[in-house]
């Protein structure tokens, strides 16, 4: 079956760095994209990564291993704004997403 | 970038009538919308993937016949729940998706959602 994991919650202090893991076991891969989602709202698109490597946009960083099937995003100089959950989510073969279930990011002052 | 609408934002109404949420893609033609729902705490649930000019494929488990899907044109795709129960109160998002966008063509662009509270 396809399975996406990424930890349920972490907590991280306004300043500081912290990155949140995902590994996924998916039927094909077309890319791996993060997402940002506040509570009681829609996704926003924060990263996609198709090959290996890091990706960076400004604070924000992405990660890709498609041997090992993970990736992390790392998040730099955290704000308090940045409270939120990011979803791990991978295309699959026909193209569809397949979403982790989140994690809640909970930054503390 | 793209921008995805969605109406209306929010939506409560008794238990048995029909509510029908709308998505629009307001500068890029969608070709291919898809339909979400998210309970709290709980990550994006794909309710059924929208092709224009024809049927929705809908994922296992989500009745087609109580969630009518119709993507009439390249910039709409509306979902009608009928006869609504509590059951049904979910945050419903839509997203779409631009083929004719180059680079990451397979990203799909979300619309803020429809919250809906069935009493």
């Known amino acids: 079956g396809q399975n996406i994991d990424q930890p349920t919650e972490m907590t991280a202090t306004e300043g500081a760095i912290v990155q949140i893991n995902c590994t996924y076991q998916?039927?094909?891969?077309?890319?791996l994209f993060w997402y940002q989602q506040h509570a009681g709202e829609a996704p926003t698109f924060l990263s996609y990564n198709v090959l290996d490597g890091l990706e960076e946009k400004g604070r924000f960083s992405s990660f890709l291993s498609r041997s090992k099937g993970y990736s992390y995003l790392l998040l730099k100089e955290l704000q308090m704004k940045d409270s939120a959950s990011y979803l791990c989510?991978?295309?699959?073969?026909?193209?569809?997403?397949?979403w982790g279930a989140g994690t809640k990011l909970i930054i503390k002052p | 970038g793209a921008v995805v609408s969605q109406h209306p934002s929010r939506v409560i109404c008794k238990s048995g009538t029909s509510v029908k949420i709308e998505c629009r893609s307001l500068?890029?033609?969608?070709?291919?919308m898809f339909w979400y729902r998210q309970f709290p705490k709980k990550s994006l649930m794909l309710m059924a993937t929208?092709?224009?000019?024809?049927?929705?494929?809908?994922e296992q488990g989500v009745e087609k016949d109580k969630f009518l899907i119709n993507h009439a044109s390249l910039t709409l795709s509306t979902l009608t729940v009928t006869s609504a129960h509590p059951e049904d109160s979910s945050f419903y998002i839509c997203?779409?998706?631009?083929?004719?966008?180059?680079?990451?063509?397979?990203?799909?662009?979300f619309g803020p959602g429809t919250r809906l509270t069935v009493l």
């Open positions: 989510a991978v295309s699959d073969s026909n193209y569809q997403l397949i």
């Open positions: 929208s092709n224009e000019g024809s049927k929705a494929t809908y």
């Open positions: 998916t039927s094909g891969f077309n890319g």
């Open positions: 997203s779409a998706r631009d083929l004719q966008a180059g680079g990451d063509y397979n990203e799909q662009f």
């Open positions: 500068d890029f033609q969608a070709t291919t």
